[in-house]
């Protein structure tokens, strides 16, 4: 809940720097009634907008409208992260991060490290692997699934000969 008038920075510059960061829900609360000033607190990214003197269970209300949206917005989003240690696995936007820092994969690559952390401590054949990621008969798979768990292992890992997150189950094949 930000006021306009707020001292040092005014609620209008703190939405503004709130929004270059963090996705959360921000109820406006203003003396300033004009519609000008509502539509700079909406547009500074407010998601909602209230004028003094107000009904303190209209505030109430809103706050809680605000945090079942906020809730039910990010709850998919909640559900497509997996993290794993210090790994984590965005899989709406495909993207991968290892203590913070984005790691760059593949399309084949993200599909294998993707499929691995699905079925998270099940091991999982080269086979498998092949046909899930590539959509063919295994049969032709040569070292093509080495090959890539090799180079999401250089990516990943701190150590790739010592790997934490990619093991190798001998004469099986791979498991996060």
Known sequence: ILDIMMPQMNGIDAAFKIREEKNMPIIMLSAKSEDMDKISGLTAGADDYLTKPFNPLELIARVKSQIRRYKKYNER?????????DLEINRSTRLVF?????IRLTPKEFDILELLVRHK???MSVGKIYEAVWQEDAFKSDNTVMVHITKIREKIEDNPKKP???KTIWGVGYRI
């Open 164 to 166: 934490i997150y990619i």
């Open 77 to 85: 989003a909640e559900r497509d992260i997996i993290q794993i240690g």
């Open 98 to 102: 290892v203590r913070g820092q984005e």
């Open 121 to 123: 401590g099940t091991v």
